[in-house]
């Protein structure tokens, strides 16, 4: 699952993991903050630096606009948007793209609970890496 090839490869394998872990023990059909309280607990068990529900100001031209809070800020690092849907689309996708520029976070998961399998998918920055 590790490729050496995008940047903090090993984290992110270690965040769908935690993630699998959780997926595998509830199933599909609870909220999402029932799967963001495990998976704060699976972390946690891997001794995963994190903090949840970080509020992070969002600028427009220099100047705060609002905040916004991801759900997890993994070693200060990767942001991490839960979803509880019986399907990602591609608004959630770029909801998850938009916070990381918003944030200035290179590195990002957007990981859904709600299907029969975990989803996840591994986002960039395009902006942060010009």
Known sequence: MIKEQYKYSELTSKIIGCAMAVHKALGNGFQEVIYQRALAIELTDNKIVFEREKEIPIFYKEQQIGTRRVDFLIEGIVSVELKALTKLEDVHLAQAINYLEA??????MLINFGAKSLEFKRLV??????
């Open 125 to 130: 920055n395009k902006v942060k890496n010009q």
């Open 103 to 108: 944030y200035n976070i290179e590195i990002g």
